[in-house]
């Protein structure tokens, strides 16, 4: 992944971590997203989602009591062998 997609994803992290209210709809992630994000960053709501994703694999991220954020797994680091992926070439 690219490092500049990174970087935004964290920084997208920082700014709902800054403005996400539990239980409030004025500081639900939706409302984030309308009200602080997508005025920084041109981003559709899928991708402000994807990005969130990407933050929740690189530091153990956990929601604030978002099931959108909570119900993915993180994504698998780099180095770290996965037993389920197929390989063509035994080195």
Aim: overall charge positive.
């Amino acid at each position: 992944m690219h490092t500049n997609r990174i970087k935004r994803a964290l920084l997208v992290k920082q700014i709902v971590d800054e403005n996400f209210e539990p239980g409030s709809h004025r500081g639900s992630m939706l409302d984030v997203y309308r009200r602080k994000v997508s005025k920084q960053f041109p981003i559709s709501e899928p991708t402000f989602y994807r990005y969130m994703e990407i933050a929740v694999g690189i530091d153990g991220y956990v929601g604030n009591g978002s099931n959108r954020i909570l119900k993915h797994k993180p994504a698998p680091t780099i180095g770290k062998e996965d037993p389920r992926q197929l390989r063509l070439f035994d080195f």
